[in-house]
């Protein structure tokens, strides 16, 4: 059965953060993700997928599991697909999952001995957002508080960078990153800022057994606000003769040092 | 004066790789890397630029820089910009540049009691050879050797990526990695390849004066012919959920290790 112009209308809204935001829903494309979908406690909704998907051994494996987390799964034609689908290469797969909301407050207040947080301060590139949320799965960082200056979390172009990192660990989205950032210092938490002409070397600062790391923005860096409040200032080193580096690769030079100095 | 039809087919036709190669030209735009390419002692051929880049300060600063390397300045109208130009945010300024030939033996022969090169096998995203060539730039590498199975230097958006990281420092395209490989390990380099299961960590990897790092491909790693000549094979321990590590930032990761580990 085709699907009703209302219905097509509805799924292609999603592409909006606007729309996104009022149903409190978002939209997963390709096999990868929707199996990291799956796999997640997030509640997948309905789920639409293309006749040459089963044609693939992961494709068929992928379905079975998926009818079993939930019944309205539906076979789409492929020009219905082009409509609902935001990728430009063809995926045959996408879902519907409800957007889960992570409170800061219990992220801050989680009672454990080590908690190791990140921040991000107005990352405004999706691609930089969605693989620091990858890197940050990668180091086994505990949450990430994403700030209401920073690019969403459900913007297509992040969910696919982040490689169904966001699917592994809490992100608080749209927070208010100073008081947090007080609140995080009344509980104990040591607060680090990475900046170019951050005083402390980022390989010879004593990370905390309670810390919580914060990356700016690809221009300006980490807030003014944000720096003042923060215990720490942290710097990458230049060796060679470039300007700055990628707020990325500066997420994973520094998480691999903490872990790296954390097991010493 | 108008440019003439055939100028603008020319220009436009450097957007495509195979003119760029025959030709030996590649376009650099926007004021940032144009400012980059006058300070560099790469061959300024022509620049073109519309009357509102004048207007910025920035951009009145570069057009008096530039008239000094070229006598090939062109003010044009903004819908010829349009046209020869790759961006599609407007940028105001082009450049026509030569390329340059960086020969990889040179590189490996230079009589330097420390070098640290880098290659890339197989890396297929522009926007992380580019990433990456800016992270060598930062951390002072003193070359890069792209592999003939990597994503072209000359590509716009690699060239973006960088921020003027491929005007500092020597970048050796098109390269035989197997072939170079062996001839470094005869001129006493030792050579490190970064894989998802290699057996040392990269912390703890002891990093000679003479070494190669190779990065391989987003989905496949480093290719197997490559991997037997490797004396090394480096791994970055997880201790997440995340499936890979972007291989940009994994550049990140290694090079601020090496640093650190030569400082000491």
């Known amino acids: 059965m085709p699907l009703s112009k209302r219905k097509l209308k509805e799924l292609r809204e999603l592409t909006h953060k606007k729309h996104r935001d009022e149903e409190k829903k978002f ?14 406690n997030f509640k997948v909704l309905e789920a639409f997928y293309t006749r040459d998907m089963l044609e693939h051994p992961a494709g068929k ?34 879902a519907v999952l409800r957007q889960k909301e992570h409170f800061v407050d219990s992220m801050l207040q989680k009672n454990q001995s ?5 921040a991000f301060d107005g990352v405004s590139d999706p691609g930089n957002v969605g693989s620091m949320v990858r890197t ?34 809490p992100i608080a989205e749209g927070v208010d990153l100073p008081l947090t950032i007080s609140k995080a210092k009344q509980l104990g938490y040591k607060v680090y800022v990475t900046q170019l002409m951050g ?66």
């Open 61 to 94: 494996t992928l379905f079975k599991t998926l009818v079993k987390k939930t019944s309205n799964v539906h076979q789409i034609t492929t020009s219905e697909m082009e409509i609902i689908a935001e990728t430009v290469t063809f995926q045959g797969i996408m």
């Open 136 to 169: 940050c799965d990668w180091f086994g960082v505990d949450g990430i508080i994403l700030g209401r200056n920073s690019v969403e979390l459900y913007n297509p172009k992040v969910l696919r960078a982040t490689m169904g990192g966001m699917f592994h660990l």
């Open 199 to 264: 005083e402390t070397h980022f390989d010879r600062a004593n990370y905390e057994s309670k810390s919580l790391i914060v990356f700016g923005n690809e221009a300006w860096g980490v807030s003014d606000q944000v720096k003042k409040l923060a215990d720490v200032h942290l710097a990458i080193r230049r060796y060679g003769a470039g300007e700055s580096l990628n707020v990325g690769v500066a997420c994973g030079v520094v998480l691999s040092a903490i872990r790296r100095l954390y097991d010493e």
């Open 27 to 40: 939209i997963v494309e390709g096999v990868r993700l929707v199996q990291e979908a799956v796999k997640s």
């Open 114 to 118: 080590r908690s190791y947080l990140v």
